[in-house]
């Protein structure tokens, strides 16, 4: 006894063309969420032509039925709350395994009246948002079923089952579950946010979580040459079509070659790049110096010393209490890394000071540097110089 025709599809199409049509459409999707809802409705890291605006929305409507203002608030409120009991989707408060595969759970539960009109702003309310995508959230997810079925038959309901997983796992439980609990951390910001992977390709540049976290208004995700962001490539490519323009990379400074003096410029300049510099600091100050320790310390010193970098760098409010023992050991037995953790630390206060004015934070900075250059270590002289060369372009133009 034979299968019916429309058991395989009414075309007829082969298994293959079924995992492209998989991979392109779910593709198309993580494109929408990571430059529309994320870069562009939550962030505003760039503009979009109004026509590509429109073919995103559409696009979500029909293959994951989320509505704009609803994601758009959560990620912003998720982006003032990070880590705490408000955040709506922290691993560190439900736990990694809750928001890995009850993401969209989550999500749900956030979309509260309160979170949309504290958070919501700014997002599209039109009669089409009203009357249609608000309104019949699960007509577009039908109408893609209808048409998985019609085209590949029996096979279109495992097609659409993966275009229904693909953003609840990989989005909402990856990203924000994996995304702040494992990983390789470029910049200490105030939260757990890791890069998962440098290259972000599967989930569109969303790997590059950290990066994000630290610089959240940039259009670009990717930082360090060897990490490549998907989406931003997209964005380049709707750039060169007149679709798109990005309004922020990232930090605009410069380092101009024979500058030797703290002024107002140097001083707002290593501000606006302050995660950079305080990279800059664990590579080129802290790194070789306990090394150096390490070179020449006996077996039990060495043991202490076993990833002191990471830890005399981390975030403060990240450290665990069996890290803040270690520090505490490390700080008591070793002069050199007592001063270069005491050092980094006043370099972070010095940041506290913005709020007080120009001349309040360039006095701060100009004593953390004269006190740095006075503790004879010569890695913080020439980190004190490397500072002194910052600069803020006259023409501050987004880059690429």
């Known amino acids: 006894m034979s299968l019916p025709d429309w058991w395989y599809g009414i075309l007829g199409f082969s298994p293959w063309v079924a995992i492209v049509y998989t991979l392109i459409t779910t593709h198309i999707t993580i494109v929408s969420v990571t430059v529309y809802l994320h870069r562009f409705s939550a962030h505003r890291a760039l503009e979009l032509h109004p026509g590509l605006q429109h073919f995103f929305r559409f696009w979500l409507w ?32 439900h736990g990694l395994r809750a928001i890995l595969f009850r993401g969209t759970e989550f999500y749900r539960a956030g979309a509260t009246a309160d979170t949309i009109d504290n958070y919501g702003k700014g997002t599209p309310d039109d009669w089409l948002e009203k009357n249609v995508y608000s309104r019949f959230l699960f007509t577009g997810i039908v109408t893609v079923l209808i048409v998985d079925i019609a085209l590949f038959g029996s096979l279109g309901i495992v097609v659409f089952g993966v275009q229904m997983l693909w953003i609840p796992f990989f989005a909402a439980g990856v990203i924000n579950g994996v995304g702040h609990y494992w990983g390789y951390r470029n910049f200490e910001c105030p939260d757990a946010a890791t890069n998962i992977v440098p290259w972000g390709i599967l989930i569109g540049g969303e790997e590059l979580h950290n990066n994000h ?3 959240p208004n940039s259009a670009k995700l990717s930082v360090r040459p060897w990490e490549f962001d998907l989406g931003w490539f997209w964005i380049r490519c709707f750039q060169s079509l007149g679709l798109a323009k990005a309004l922020y990379t990232g930090p605009v400074v410069e380092k101009v070659d024979g500058k030797n003096q703290i002024d107002m410029d140097t001083t707002w300049a290593v501000l606006n790049d302050r995660f950079e510099v305080m990279a800059r600091y664990a590579e080129a100050v802290v790194g070789p110096l306990v090394e150096e320790e390490y070179g020449r310390a006996d077996r039990a010193t060495r043991q202490m010393l076993k990833r002191a970098k990471s ?38 206060a010095v940041w506290s000071k913005r709020g007080g004015g120009g001349e309040e934070l360039l006095t701060a900075f100009r004593e953390w540097c004269s006190n740095a250059e006075a503790t004879g270590i010569q890695a913080l002289r020439d980190f004190v110089e490397e500072l002194k060369s910052y600069s803020i372009p006259t023409l501050a133009v987004t880059t690429s």
């Not at 994951?64 to 880590?83: D, F, L, N, P, S």
């Not at 209490?321 to 050199?336: C, F, G, T, Y």
């Open 213 to 215: 976290h630290t610089y």
């Open 311 to 348: 830890i005399l760098c981390r975030e403060e409010t990240l450290i665990q209490e069996s890290e803040r023992l270690r520090i505490a050991h490390i700080v008591d037995n070793i002069p050199v890394l007592a001063t270069i953790y005491e050092m980094r630390v006043e370099l972070q």
């Open 62 to 93: 029909l293959t994951t039925g989320m509505v704009t203002v609803e994601w758009t608030a959560i990620h912003r409120k998720h982006h003032v709350t990070t880590e705490t009991e408000d955040d709506p989707h922290s691993p560190r408060i």
